[in-house]
């Protein structure tokens, strides 16, 4: 009888699912929005986030005294980070091109040792301020850009047109303790 109860509950589930899923129809065309991820591709860049980290970790014993960051957009993938050898940056780019579903590999991580407390407070600074800076601008969904500070060097990502990309690069500039600012932009124009 249990079980009878929690199959129902599963169907009802599914179903409820399955038509918040469907599209209300309406007089208005259907449009594909290019900047933005659907639900299945965040899933897939959690996963190789995820996938990515534990199999970098696995790699070699050499990652137990790194610092490494995988951030996917849309299956391009940045490595951010402090690592003890070339050898250990070019083995972390290498499992990473493995993982399923990875289009490209940005390998940015650096040859030296973790970065200090305050380099990390005064990282989260930078991003915070620029991702505020963005939300500001009411002309641009800022969402669709993921702001990332490694080291005082503001990496962009995301699906954006050339115009958003120097839009984005203009806000970032005006933050101050950035070093540099690095695109790691998919252009859909």
């Keep these: 009888m249990l079980k009878k109860g929690i199959q129902l509950i599963t169907l009802a589930s599914c179903i409820a699912l399955a038509s918040a899923c469907t599209p209300i129809l309406t007089g208005q065309p259907v449009t594909d929005n290019k900047g933005t991820r659907s639900l299945g591709t965040l899933y897939n860049d959690q996963l190789i986030e995820s996938s990515a980290i534990d199999a970098i970790k696995r790699s070699s014993t050499l990652f137990e005294s790194a610092n490494v960051s995988v951030i996917s957009v849309n299956g391009i993938v940045l490595l951010i980070g402090q690592v003890p050898s070339e050898d250990t940056k ?99 124009d």
């Design 90 to 188: 070019i083995i972390a780019g290498g499992v990473t091109r493995n993982i399923s579903n990875v289009r490209k590999v940005h390998n940015e991580l650096l040859v030296s040792g973790p970065a200090s407390g305050v380099v990390k407070a005064s990282d989260a600074l930078i991003t915070t301020k620029v991702k505020a800076r963005m939300v500001a601008e009411t002309d641009f969904p800022a969402s669709r850009i993921k702001v990332v500070t490694e080291n005082g060097v503001v990496y962009l990502m995301g699906l954006v047109t050339k115009e958003e990309a120097n839009w984005a690069v203009g806000i970032a500039s005006n933050a101050s303790g950035i070093q540099r600012i690095v695109k790691v932009f998919e252009y859909i």
